[in-house]
């Protein structure tokens, strides 16, 4: 199913066609993933129902989530120590989820606060012990990554926690930072969009709804030796030990169905390495337009600069506002950026094509002979 591949004067809105979605999240999916689904609605395969009308402890669909959990591990390079998780409540439920479970009442967590999310993050564990912001870079609208000697580690703590990409500001690790403790990482937004070092985790999560999948699972990777490190009683559903012994109650079926779909559509890409490669190209074509003229402005540093979330500013809100509504005509859905940081955003997730992006940078050439 094509996508629209250049700006025309018909109103998109009413064509029915499938446009490009540079949409933060839920974000766009892969078409082929769509289509396939399509094709096992109202009956998958010889089973006479539908994947979601099925018991989650049979066999058909035993087989899809184990299917999930063996090509996120594959595809990630993890050991056996390593536990997959599908949980619900969104990354957001993480942020209490993690210092529950990891956060000792005599000891502490450090966290480097690099926007939103993190602060977020920040909050919910101060509820519950004693935490360490070891660097913020608050006081610039969170545009870089705080540079790793600038962090006020203490040795004590039991993780750091960080936020690898931040997808409001359009942030981003470039590399996992050099600490003592494990790291525990918020990587909803650049989840499998390139290699990670995991040997330097003890948790990552991730909510599915950016880059691997639906709204509605939260996929968290948790290693033995970390897991061990439990140390409260906890509510049964809130001990990530529960879901990683066993399919403890319903799990989100269809979110599950559809990532193991993408994870098959991210083998056939190439893998991570592969697809790594083409997301650096996507942003490199972004952000080298951004560069070329005055008139665009990147809002993060260079150096910290996402691959996943493009953020740039136009001269005037008023130009911003006019921007995002042209390139709505001319088929280029969900470019205004988050009210925090203003201006447009565009976000470039795995499945988003070269295509989609050589568009944008197309449609921002005629935008700025026309108004710049
Ligand atoms: C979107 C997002 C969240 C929030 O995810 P929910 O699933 O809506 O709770 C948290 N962290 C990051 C980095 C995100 O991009």
Redesign the pocket.
């Known amino acids: 199913m094509p996508a629209r591949s250049n700006a025309s004067a018909s109103d998109p809105s009413t064509s029915g066609e499938r446009l490009y979605n540079f949409c933060a999240?839920p974000a766009s999916l892969p078409v082929e993933v769509l289509e396939e689904v399509k094709e096992e609605l109202p009956v998958y395969r010889d089973i006479g129902a539908s994947m979601l009308e099925i018991s989650h402890r049979s066999k058909p669909y035993d087989r899809v989530e184990e299917s999930a959990r063996g090509r996120i591990k594959h595809l990630l390079g993890l050991t056996d120590e390593w536990n997959v998780l599908f949980l619900q409540g969104?990354?957001?439920m993480q942020f209490h989820q993690v210092p529950l479970n990891f956060l000792p009442s005599e000891g502490t967590a450090a966290y480097v606060d690099t926007g939103r999310?993190s602060t977020k993050a920040i909050k919910e564990a101060k509820l519950l012990g004693a935490v360490q912001v070891a660097a913020s870079s608050k006081s610039s609208n969170f545009d870089r990554i705080p540079a790793s000697d600038e962090w006020e580690l203490n040795a004590n703590a039991s993780y750091v926690h960080i936020?690898t990409?931040?997808?409001i500001y359009g942030t981003q690790f470039s590399t996992e930072p050099e600490v003592s403790a494990p790291l525990v990482a918020?990587a909803?937004?650049d989840f499998l969009s390139r290699p990670i070092d995991t040997e330097k985790y003890g948790l990552i999560y991730a909510?599915a709804?950016?880059n691997v999948g639906p709204a509605g699972v939260?996929i968290v990777l948790v290693r033995d030796d970390f897991l061990e490190r439990r140390n409260r009683p906890l509510p049964t559903m809130l001990d990530y030990g529960t879901h990683a012994r066993r399919r403890f109650n319903t799990p989100p079926v269809f979110a599950i169905y559809l990532v193991e779909k993408v994870m098959r559509w991210l083998e056939a890409q190439g893998g991570v390495e592969a697809i790594a490669e083409r997301n650096d190209r996507k942003a490199a074509l972004l952000y080298d337009r951004i560069d070329s003229s005055d008139f665009y402005q990147g809002h993060a540093r260079p150096a910290d600069r996402s691959k996943m979330n493009v953020t740039f500013r136009l001269p005037s809100e008023k130009q911003e506002e006019l921007f995002c509504a042209e390139a709505e005509q001319a088929g280029l859905l969900s470019l205004a950026g988050h009210r925090s940081v203003g201006g447009v955003r565009a976000s470039i997730y795995n499945a988003c094509p070269m295509a989609a992006v050589e568009a944008l940078v197309e449609f921002m050439e005629m935008f700025e002979q026309r108004h710049g």
Request: glycine letters at 18%.
């Open positions: 999240g969104g990354a957001s999310w936020t990409n931040n997808t918020d909803s937004s909510g709804q950016k939260t």
